[in-house]
Nanobody, 124 residues
Framework: QVQLVESGGGLVQTGGSLRLSCAAS????????VGWFRQAPGKEREFVST????????AYADSVKGRFTISRDNVKNTIDLQMNSLGPEDTAVYYCAARPYSTVARMVDEYSYWGQGTQVTVSS
């Protein structure tokens, strides 16, 4: 069983940066694809970014492309999301997710394991 714990959320002003981290325990993320999703109040959970095992392939939602960067440390068993040029539209709870397949994936139902989420709030 894979347990995922996100950290790094918080309150930031428009134009600022945050770095989210997702730590896995209970099972190595070897051969797991991993993704970041977010959910704003009253909206459905949406795809943000994904990275394959061991990290050669990545994908991003159009809304974050060029501003967010996903990476993974396969020794530490962590996945990071560097978020730059943040705006109020990025305010949401951010979730880390993992799937027991090595490829990238954009759909919520392609992922088997989820963290509890971390709140990101961007003030205008």
């Amino acid at each position: 069983q894979v347990q995922l714990v996100e950290s790094g959320g918080g309150l930031v002003q428009t134009g600022g940066s945050l770095r989210l981290s997702c730590a896995a325990s209970g099972h190595t993320l070897r051969a797991f694809g991993v993704g970041w999703f977010r959910q704003a109040p009253g909206k459905e959970r949406e795809f943000v970014s994904t990275i394959s095992w061991p990290g050669r392939n990545t994908a991003y939602a159009d809304s974050v492309k060029g501003r967010f960067t996903i990476s993974r440390d396969n020794v530490k068993n962590t996945i990071d999301l560097q978020m730059n040029s943040l705006g109020p539209e990025d305010t949401a709870v951010y979730y880390c997710a993992a799937r027991p397949y090595s490829t990238v994936a954009r759909m919520v139902d392609e992922y088997s394991y989820w963290g509890q989420g971390t709140q990101v709030t961007v003030s205008s």
